[in-house]
């Protein structure tokens, strides 16, 4: 009955903060697990916490009854939502912009990324976002993190083609001295 939250904020969720204020603006996104077909999790353990996201692990429950949806679990740890997940990789601390940065190599060289919403809702044009991309190979990727590179090809198809899809990244993230660049 008491009308005091405690949130973890101040204790690593700054980096997030920061990260996402320089991006669009705004503290935190408000993922819409509960319409998406396909989830990818970066460090992110809703199972267990993420106090900021009112009912996101109901909302991802949800998700994978009514719209069948596939869990993909980055972590470093087996946590209860990696466990519950359709595919978990361990992967290697403070690795996971190594593979979200392949994933859009893959997405991009592929065919398979949204060009007209890139050249017109982002501030950087698609021709150059490829060029900086083309160095981020998901072979590279297997080196950092550990994840093999044809798995980090076929998370990358699924995530550009199941639709709608998110990507929800958590402490195991932002909790590390490259945080603010990951997120």
């Known amino acids: 009955g008491s009308p005091n939250t405690v949130v973890h904020s101040k204790l690593g969720n700054e980096n997030k903060i920061t990260a996402q204020r320089l991006t669009w603006g705004a503290s935190l ?5 509960g319409n998406s077909k396909y989830i990818l ?3 992110s ?10 009912n996101l692990a109901q909302r991802i429950v949800e998700a994978r ?3 069948k949806a596939k869990v993909i679990a980055f972590d470093v740890r087996l946590t209860q939502t990696s466990a519950k997940s359709d595919k978990w990789y361990p992967i290697h601390p403070g690795s996971d912009a190594a593979i979200a940065l392949a994933m859009c190599n893959v997405i991009i060289e592929e065919g398979l990324a949204d060009v007209d919403f890139i050249n017109n809702w982002t501030n950087y044009p698609f ?4 060029a900086h991309l083309k160095k981020y190979t998901p072979e590279t990727a297997e080196i950092f993190s550990g994840v093999p590179a044809s798995d980090i090809r076929e998370t990358a198809r699924q995530f550009a083609t199941f639709k709608p899809s998110i990507a ?8 590390h001295k490259n945080g ?3 997120e």
């Open 41 to 43: 999790l970066f460090g």
């Open 168 to 175: 929800i990244s958590g402490g195991g993230v932002t909790k």
């Open 65 to 67: 009854m009514k719209n």
């Open 127 to 130: 021709e150059k976002l490829k």
């Open 180 to 182: 603010v660049y990951t």
């Open 45 to 54: 353990n809703p199972y267990e916490s993420h106090p900021l996201y009112i």
């Open 29 to 33: 996104e408000v993922p819409d697990a």
